[in-house]
């Protein structure tokens, strides 16, 4: 296959089936860089249609996300199960390697293919997303593999985190045993909880709120004049 510099041929596999796709890395030189990967190919079961294409003032999820985040990061990746999807978004894609395993599939893919020594890690579907509380998380993540937001004792979002580049092999290897949950990750490494009060005047109630359900969506629009975004 023919490659051109600054690319990356990947491989992904289903059902025992090799393909190939065709990824962009981008570098700067003398920068430190700052990479947020945004998380868009779940199947979008539990809404009965593609979340991705949900607007919220006037914007789609995808879109949204991938505008925000490229405000404050240098690198904004979407991560897919089918790369040529969303061919309006303008933002490097990331394709699976392991199709059909959930998140920890984008994860690892956004480890083994982006260059900075970590990932900020969001879902698409937290329209509440803030990327200066993600830059914050990364900040207090220090020496840890892994800093997540826990907003109470209980309750945490692995999908509004930072993760290192130590992670990858457990990724790996959770993924070739069929242990598909991020969180079984965390006690394998070190990690990073961030409270609410950590984050100060960033944190608000609804920045970890995902939408799941299409009573979520309609919940969502009844109350979108009051919020941030």
């Known amino acids: 296959m023919h490659q051109t510099k600054n690319q990356t041929i990947q491989k992904y596999l289903f059902c025992g089936n090799e393909n190939y796709a065709t990824i ?10 700052s ?40 690198e904004v990746y979407i991560s897919l199960a089918d790369v040529q999807k969303y061919p309006d978004i303008k933002a490097k894609r990331l394709a ?18 982006t260059q900075d020594e970590g990932i900020f890690l ?3 579907d937290l329209p509440f997303a803030d990327p200066e509380a993600a830059k914050r998380i990364i900040v207090l993540a220090g020496s840890s593999d892994i800093s997540i937001l826990a907003d109470n ?15 990858l092999p457990y990724a790996e290897d959770a993924l070739q045993t069929g242990n598909y949950k991020i ?18 005047s ?28």
């Open 35 to 74: 990479t947020a990967v945004i998380l868009a190919g779940g199947e979008s079961k539990r809404m009965k249609r593609d979340k991705m294409e949900l607007r919220f003032k006037a914007e789609s999820f995808l879109e949204a996300a991938v505008k925000k985040f490229s405000q404050y990061f240098d």
């Open 183 to 200: 969180a079984a990750l965390f006690d394998k490494v070190s990690l990073r909880m961030v409270s609410k009060a950590e984050l100060g």
């Open 202 to 229: 960033l944190w608000n109630e609804k920045l970890l709120l995902n939408i799941n359900y299409p009573e979520d969506y309609e919940r969502l629009l009844s109350g979108n004049d009051s919020e941030k975004y």
């Open 122 to 124: 969001v879902a698409a």
């Open 153 to 167: 004792e209980t309750r945490y979002e692995p999908l509004f985190g930072y993760y290192k580049k130590t992670v």
């Open 96 to 113: 699976d390697e392991y199709r059909g395993c959930g998140p920890l599939s984008g994860l690892h893919a956004a480890l083994k293919n």
């Open 24 to 33: 962009e890395i981008g570098v700067k030189e003398g920068h430190e860089m």
